[in-house]
């Protein structure tokens, strides 16, 4: 079942959704039709350091936030006739990152500070189309702990963790309003345990490992280079040779540092097979990953396939070079080419409320700024109005009935 059939699903399911309390959610924020693009850099810290890894994990964490969209792609793709699975073409897809508010307690942070990142994926702009859940930690090259050993690198460790049942629960009820999952995570933990003391530390250093699994063999290492194999469709003009600012390759010909964070699995070329539990529950899964983030885009080629079963016409899947046979793809673009999403806003653990020793609900709501108006109508209902959304699925089919 591909991406393309759990929108399907989703599309006939009501998630609850509660919008008592949007107002705390970056005010700045109420949708307008005069509102215009907000120009603006990301940043969530700005610690110097003499150290290069730890310069590039400080930048991957500045850029490693906010909302990504890939509404402009899904347009081009039906402008070419590729529709998505077994068409060549892209679901729409929305990412959103949050980071975890260091900040809201204590001015104060190490530079060396792991950072925690809640992550949800939506389908067609709507945030009630929520499909997947993810916990992630990365890992600073220069941790804390002087008895731990990094064998990275300059590379960030990322680990990935799926969310328990109980806090993804909790999540989906303000499935449109992100600045506030920190703040629903951290009650969630509260209303399961006794602590004394100051609580936040205490969630921070163990509250946040006992709400989430973490997915074995899945760890992504972040690198400031791109490997010219794993990421090979940074050489790739999808739309052969129609030149765009989003067809052009982004690879530079030396493979030096473009500005840009490029990731791959720890597993390799082989990839990991994992227990499916948002898409297929109880079904084993073989997944594949590469990224690529910049300061406005964020590329994910995320594929998955079924190592249980073999294609029934025997047709093998190895157009993209991932090795894997004949294995049914489950999710993922068939061309091996990279969901590639635009940065709609910036979302900042520089809480407007500032730190203090009494934690407030305030103090744990983040603040959020847009980057690309034309796309923030994908925010949810907040930021649009429902003809515009109509419109703009719309546009997606009359696209497709064009070619």
């Not at 307690?105 to 067609?124: C, G, M, P």
């Not at 951290?186 to 969630?203: H, K, M, P, Q, S």
């Not at 074995?216 to 050489?235: E, I, M, R, S």
């Amino acid at each position: 079942m591909a991406f393309a059939r759990i929108a399907l699903l989703w599309s006939s399911l009501q998630t609850v959704s509660s919008f008592t309390q949007h107002q705390y959610c970056s005010r700045r924020l109420v949708y307008t039709q005069q509102q215009t693009r907000i120009d603006v850099a990301c940043s969530q810290t700005s610690d110097p350091s003499s150290d290069e890894s730890d310069s590039y994990f400080h930048h991957l964490l500045s850029q490693f936030q906010g909302d990504f969209d890939n509404y402009h792609q899904v347009l081009r793709d039906r402008n070419h006739a590729l529709l998505p699975a077994d068409g060549g073409g892209h679901e729409h897809i929305h990412c959103t990152l949050v980071p975890c508010p260091h900040s809201a307690v204590t001015e104060h942070r190490s530079k060396h500070e792991d950072q925690w990142i809640l992550a949800a994926f939506y389908f067609n702009g709507n945030p009630r189309q929520i499909f997947r859940f993810r916990m992630y930690k990365l890992i600073s090259p220069h941790g804390d702990d002087e008895s731990s050993n990094n064998m990275d690198g300059e590379k960030v460790r990322m680990k990935l963790h799926t969310l328990s049942s109980e806090l993804e629960q909790q999540l989906r009820q303000y499935s449109d309003q992100p600045c506030t999952w920190w703040r629903e995570t951290y009650a969630v933990w509260l209303n399961a345990t006794d602590v004394g003391g100051n609580e936040w530390n205490t969630f921070q250093s163990d509250g946040i490992q006992q709400l989430v699994s973490p997915l074995v063999g899945c760890d992504v290492l972040w690198d400031p280079q791109w490997d010219p194999k794993k990421h090979a469709y940074l050489n790739v003009d999808e739309y052969h040779n129609e030149i765009t600012s989003y067809s052009t390759p982004k690879a530079n010909t030396n493979n030096k540092n473009d500005d840009g964070c490029h990731a791959t699995m720890e597993a390799g070329s082989k990839g990991a097979i994992v227990d499916s539990i948002s898409l297929i529950p109880g079904k084993r899964i073989l997944i594949k990953d590469e990224l690529s983030l910049w300061e406005n885009e964020f590329w994910i080629n995320d594929r998955g396939y079924d190592p249980d079963a073999v294609d029934e016409d025997g047709t093998d899947n190895n157009e993209s070079g991932d090795a894997v046979g004949n294995m049914p793809f489950v999710y993922g673009n068939r061309r091996g080419i990279p969901y590639k999403l635009e940065r709609v806003s910036c979302i900042s653990t520089r809480n407007p409320y500032g730190g203090g020793e009494e934690l407030s609900s305030h103090q744990l709501l983040l603040d959020r700024t847009i980057i690309k108006q034309e796309l923030a109508w994908t925010l949810g209902e907040h930021f649009r109005e429902q003809t515009e959304y109509e419109e703009k699925l719309r546009a997606v089919e009359e696209a497709l009935l064009k070619t």
